[in-house]
């Protein structure tokens, strides 16, 4: 089970500086990888109708394909996921295109998760219906891996139409998708689409048998299940080492394959912290 880190993404502020060592720092303690958090914008609590949810204005996600595309530059051999991008709420073919570069300028370090989200707010903001999204997210998976592949393509489907068109430059290989949630039809699609699957939960009955209906579904399709990825994730606050080793164990026991350490909210406030909390944790799983 491969060890990463989740990017501290409105602690880390606005600081090329901080930013580039905190990734160069991620990747000497021996992180595999890292992940990332996305959305848009924020709504503000005091617009009409108000809003309630876990996250706002106030909360800073910086754009995964802008950071991941300078931490691949000041980095060697960490990898990159995107913990998940809110894929039907932006242009496919520009999706394509820009996880495309990354893979190129990394040497296929990225991995991109994926999820359907939960805040209409942003998908109005970006001109796109909420209702549907999860049928929008199929498609685009498909046209998006004809784009990594083809030289030219026509695509005619229910939400995209390409003729005879396709991006250049492309990647070597197609880039991974995984997808978040856990939503029974998610994780047919998960199933039948997926190179992994990103966990909401923790180690628990409800993950288990998510994975067991998603391993179902593959060997439903002919789909193998060796080399399938299940990217979870740890919290570093109000853990002890015991506490991360136990986590730990009961996510390896489930056959997790990356688990990534996530130190924001947890009174760290600067580089050096969020690194030093990383090391504490990495060194209590080492061994497991």
């Known amino acids: 089970m491969e060890i990463g880190i989740v990017f501290p993404h409105n602690e880390i502020g606005t600081d090329p500086g901080a930013i580039k060592a ?5 990747e000497a303690l021996g992180m595999g990888h890292m992940l990332i958090y996305d959305h848009v914008l924020g709504a503000d609590p005091d617009r009409p109708g108000g809003f309630r ?7 800073a996600f910086h754009e995964p ?5 300078f931490m691949a530059a ?10 998940v991008l809110i894929l039907p709420q932006r242009q496919t073919a520009l999706v394509a295109k820009q996880a495309a570069e990354l893979a190129i300028l990394s040497g296929n370090r990225f991995r991109l998760g994926i999820g359907t989200g939960w805040n209409e707010v942003e998908y109005e903001a970006l001109s796109v219906p909420f209702a549907g999204r ?6 685009q998976v498909e046209l998006m891996r004809q784009l990594w592949r083809e030289d030219s393509l026509t695509f005619d489907g229910k939400h995209h139409t390409v003729t005879r068109a396709s991006i ?8 991974p998708i995984w997808f978040g949630g856990i939503a029974p039809a998610l994780l047919r699609r998960c ?24 391993k179902e579904h593959r060997e439903a399709v002919g789909l193998p299940w060796e080399g399938f990825g299940i990217q979870a994730q740890a919290q570093y606050r109000g853990g002890t080492p015991e506490r991360w080793q136990n986590h730990a164990s009961r996510w390896q026991n489930l056959g997790c394959t990356h688990l990534a350490i996530a130190t924001h909210n947890a009174g760290n406030a600067t580089v050096e912290d969020h690194l030093r909390a990383a090391g504490e944790y990495l060194d209590a799983v080492r061994s497991i």
């Open 22 to 26: 905190w990734a160069q720092g991620a």
């Open 53 to 59: 949810g876990p996250y706002d204005k106030d909360v």
């Open 65 to 69: 394909f802008s950071v991941f595309s």
């Open 74 to 83: 000041v980095t060697n051999t960490i990898t990159f996921m995107t913990a």
């Open 134 to 139: 999860g049928a929008r997210q199929s498609e």
């Open 168 to 175: 250049l430059p492309r990647p070597t290989e197609s880039v």
């Open 191 to 214: 199933a039948r689409l997926g190179d992994g699957w990103v966990p909401l939960g923790g180690p628990n009955d409800a993950s288990a048998e998510a994975l067991a209906t998603i």
